[in-house]
C-alpha cells in the first residue's frame, strides 16, 4: 500500500491544507499537486490535456510520466489512482457528470474529499493542532493510508465486507472514479486518515525485520502477518485447467492499445481493467455482489458507464468443454523423475508401442490411443524436429484416451467419496525455504488438499488467529470431513443437475434462484449448513448491514467468508484441481447384458444363455471420411452428423446363472 504523514505545507502530490484558527478543531482537506495541476499554475502532465491531468496519485513508485525506461509511453503495473481520467469511458462522460458543483459527483474537484472526510474512519481523537505551532516547520500530525484491505481492518475495524475474493494483485491498475461510500465497499483496497502522534503508532516501526504486516489484520497483535502467498508461480507444466486458478483472468477494459485524442498516450487504455476484480477466476464461480444475480456482464448504473463483468463464470465457459492439457510437455530436472525430458522424447516414449513399458505422462490417466500409426507417424503429426506444430493442439485429443473418467453427474455418494479421497496420504511437494522444495508425507488418513501449486510446510489446524498456515500452507481433510462434502456435493446436484457441459457443473446458475446463482456446486456445498471444512474460519464472516447492503446488487454474495482464496480455505477450484483432468459430464463406457433363451415346441425353456459386453465410445466417427479430430462444425459425412463416433466393443464375456 501507500501510506504518508500529512504535513501542513507539504510539496508532495498530496498536499494537506488546516483551516480553521488557533485552538479550534482543524478540518482537512487535500488538494491535487500543484506542479501537475495547470489551474493551479502548474504545467501539467500531459500536452493538450491540461483539463485532465493527474488529479491525484496514491502510488508512486516507478511512475513513468511520460516515456518509460525503455521506450514508449506507458503505465507502470501496481497503480492506484483517483480519477486519472485517461480512459475513453471517462473522458466520454457528459460534461455534466464531471462540471458538476456537487463535490460527490466531481472527482476532479480541487478539494477531492472536501465533503467526505466525514465518512472516513478517523481513529484515536479529534486533530486539535495550533497553527501557529506548526506554520514554520513541518510536523506531523496525521496518518494518511492507502492499501488493500485486511479480514479484520486496523484496530479490528474494517468495513464489514468482503475483501479477499475481489483482490487481484496481478491487476495492472485501480482508478477511482467517485470514491464514495458504494465504490469503497465493493473496493479490496481501503483508505484511512488516522491521528499520528508517534510513528510508532498502529504498527507503522513494529520490529519484525522491516516488514509490515498483511492479511488479517496491520498489526501482528491484531493477527497481522508478515507474509502470505494468494498465488503459485508455476515450476513445472499445468496439468489441470483448475490449477490456472492462478492466472490472471480479469480481462481489460479494451484488447487492444485505443488512441484517446489528444493525449497521445493511448496504450494507457489497454492498462484499465475491467471490474469488479476476482483474485482467483478460473475454476471458481462465486456471485458478484455488485451485479444483479442474473447477470454476467453490466453497465455501472452510476453514470459513468464503467463495464461490469463476471470474469470467473466468463472464463469457465469459454475454457472447459473446449480445452485440456495433454501434459506432453518439456519436463524441467528439478522436479520430475524424467529429468530434463524434452517435449519430443517425452512423446516418443510415451506413443511407442515398441517397448515393453512406455514413458508415463504426467497425468498418468492418459493413455496412447493411436491406432495403426506408428509412433514416427504420430511424431510426424505433432511436430516438426523438436519443435510442436501449430496443429498439434488440435491432433492431440485424438491420439489419447482416458482411463477412469468419472461423470460428475453422478449422485452416488461413495463414488464422490472415492473421487475427492483419492490423493489420500499421498506425498505433497512443499516449500521449507525460499527455493527449497521437498516431499512430505501427508497426515495418516487424511486427504492433502493444497490450492498453492507448493505451500509452505504447514498443515492449517483447529485454531487460526495468528496463524501462520493459513497464509501460507495447505489443508488434509478427514474422512468424516470428505464424506460430509460428498454428501453435500450430491444434494446440490439433485437440486440443479443434470449438467450438460463441464462449464454448467463449475458455474454458478444466474437466475432468479439465489441459492443457484451464488456459486458453483462445490462452492454451494462448501456453504451449506453441514460445512466441517472451512467452519473455523466462519467466525468473521462477512455481515453485511441493512444501511450497506443497499449498495450491492446481490448482497447476499456479499455474506460468507471475507478471506476467501488465502491458501487454508479450501476453494472449489482447489478440489478440481487433482480431478480436472478425469472428470466428465458423460459416461463414454457402458457395459450391457442380455438374456436369450430357446423354448421347444410347446414352449418349454431347454437353455438359457446370459451374456455382458463392454462397449466404449471411441476417437472414430462412424463414417471414416472424418478423420477423428474434426470439429462437429466441420464433419462433412451426413452419418457422422446424425451418428457421431462410434462404439467398439471393449470386452465380451459369457456369465453363469448365478452372476445374474
Known amino acids: 500500500g501507500y501510506s504518508a504523514p500529512l504535513r501542513y505545507g507539504d510539496s508532495s502530490s498530496t498536499r494537506t491544507q488546516l483551516k480553521g484558527t488557533d485552538g479550534q478543531i482543524l478540518r482537512i482537506t487535500l488538494e491535487p499537486n500543484a506542479w501537475a495541476n495547470p489551474r493551479a499554475g502548474g504545467p501539467g502532465i500531459f500536452p493538450g490535456l491540461a483539463g485532465h491531468s493527474r488529479w491525484y496519485s496514491l502510488m508512486h513508485n516507478e511512475m513513468y510520466l511520460g516515456k518509460d525506461r525503455n521506450a514508449g509511453t506507458s503505465l507502470p503495473i501496481g497503480g492506484a489512482y483517483l480519477d486519472w481520467d485517461l480512459s475513453t469511458v471517462r473522458q466520454t462522460r457528459k460534461a455534466a457528470l464531471r462540471d458538476s458543483?456537487?463535490?460527490?459527483?466531481?472527482?476532479?474537484?480541487?478539494?477531492?474529499?472536501?465533503n467526505q472526510l466525514a465518512d472516513l474512519p478517523l481513529f484515536g481523537a479529534p486533530v486539535q493542532i495550533n497553527v501557529s505551532d506548526i506554520a514554520a516547520v513541518k510536523k506531523p500530525f496525521g496518518f494518511l493510508s492507502f492499501r488493500a484491505k485486511t479480514e479484520y481492518g486496523i484496530n479490528g475495524k474494517s468495513r464489514g465486507t468482503s475483501w479477499l475474493p475481489r483482490f487481484n494483485p496481478k491487476v495492472f491498475l485501480a482508478d477511482f472514479y467517485k470514491f464514495d461510500s458504494v465504490e469503497r465497499d465493493v473496493s479490496p483496497f481501503e483508505f484511512h486518515v488516522m491521528r499520528l502522534t508517534d510513528l510508532r503508532d498502529y504498527g507503522l516501526l513494529e520490529q519484525n525485520q522491516g516488514r509490515a504486516f498483511f492479511g488479517a489484520a496491520w498489526s501482528l497483535g491484531d493477527g497481522g502477518q508478515t507474509s502470505i502467498i494468494s498465488h503459485s508461480v508455476p515450476r513445472e507444466p499445468i496439468i489441470s485447467l483448475a490449477a490456472f486458478q492462478h492466472a490472471m483472468a480479469n480481462g481489460f477494459l479494451f484488447l487492444q492499445p485505443k488512441e484517446t485524442p489528444g493525449n497521445g498516450f493511448g496504450t494507457l487504455n489497454t492498462r484499465d481493467p475491467l471490474h469488479p476484480q476476482i483474485s482467483h477466476a478460473i475454476?471458481?464461480?462465486?456471485?458478484?455482489?455488485?451485479?444483479?444475480?442474473?447477470?454476467?456482464?453490466?453497465?455501472?448504473?452510476?453514470?459513468?458507464?464503467?463495464?461490469?463483468?463476471?470474469?470467473?463464470?466468463?472464463?469457465n465457459r469459454a475454457l472447459w468443454d473446449d480445452y485440456f492439457l495433454s501434459s506432453i510437455a518439456p519436463l524441467p530436472a528439478s522436479t520430475t523423475t524424467l529429468a530434463g525430458t524434452t517435449q519430443r522424447k517425452l512423446a516418443e516414449g510415451f506413443f511407442d508401442k515398441t517397448i515393453a513399458k512406455p514413458i508415463e505422462l504426467p497425468n498418468r490417466r492418459y493413455l496412447a490411443e493411436i491406432g495403426n500409426l506408428t509412433t514416427n507417424e504420430v511424431l510426424t503429426k505433432l511436430f516438426s524436429g523438436n519443435t510442436p506444430l501449430p496443429t498439434a493442439k488440435d491432433i492431440v485429443g485424438s491420439l489419447l484416451r482416458v482411463e477412469g473418467m468419472f461423470n460428475v453427474n453422478s449422485t452416488s455418494v461413495e463414488a464422490w467419496k472415492s473421487i475427492l479421497s483419492g490423493l489420500k496420504e499421498t506425498p505433497v511437494a512443499t516449500q521449507t525455504a525460499p527455493g527449497v522444495v521437498s516431499t512430505k508425507t501427508a497426515g495418516e488418513a487424511t486427504t492433502p488438499v493444497s490450492s498453492l501449486l507448493t505451500p509452505q510446510d504447514r498443515v492449517v489446524g483447529s485454531s487460526v488467529f495468528q496463524d501462520p498456515a493459513p497464509w501460507v500452507g495447505r489443508r488434509e481433510l478427514t474422512d468424516t470431513q470428505v464424506d460430509t462434502l460428498a454428501k453435500a456435493i450430491v444434494v446440490e446436484i439433485r437440486r440443479s443437475g443434470p449438467f450438460l457441459s463441464l462449464a454448467d457443473f463449475i458455474n454458478r446458475r444466474p437466475g432468479g434462484d439465489k441459492k443457484l446463482a451464488l456459486a458453483g456446486v462445490i462452492e454451494r456445498a462448501h456453504n451449506d449448513d453441514t460445512d466441517q471444512i472451512n467452519e473455523v474460519f466462519r467466525s468473521n464472516d462477512s455481515v453485511v448491514s441493512s444501511a450497506v447492503a443497499q449498495r450491492f446488487q446481490f448482497p447476499e454474495a456479499e455474506e460468507g467468508l471475507k478471506s476467501h482464496g488465502i491458501s487454508g480455505i479450501v476453494k472449489q477450484a482447489d478440489i478440481l484441481t487433482p480431478i480436472a483432468p478425469f472428470i466428465s459430464v458423460r459416461s463414454d463406457s457402458f457395459i450391457i447384458r442380455t438374456y436369450g433363451d430357446a423354448l421347444d415346441t410347446s414352449g418349454k425353456v431347454v437353455a438359457r444363455a446370459w451374456c455382458e459386453a463392454v462397449v466404449e465410445r471411441d476417437s472414430s466417427f462412424v463414417d471414416a471420411a472424418d478423420k477423428p479430430e474434426t470439429r462437429l462444425t466441420g464433419l462433412t459425412s451426413n452419418i457422422n452428423k446424425v451418428f457421431g463416433r462410434r462404439f467398439v466393443i471393449r470386452n465380451f464375456r459369457w456369465l453363469q446363472k448365478a452372476e445374474v
Open 101 to 114: 458543483g456537487t463535490p460527490t459527483n466531481k472527482p476532479d474537484n480541487r478539494r477531492l474529499f472536501a
Open 283 to 315: 475454476g471458481n464461480s462465486l456471485a458478484p455482489s455488485i451485479m444483479k444475480p442474473e447477470d454476467t456482464y453490466s453497465i455501472m448504473t452510476d453514470g459513468s458507464g464503467r463495464p461490469y463483468a463476471d470474469h470467473s463464470y466468463l472464463a
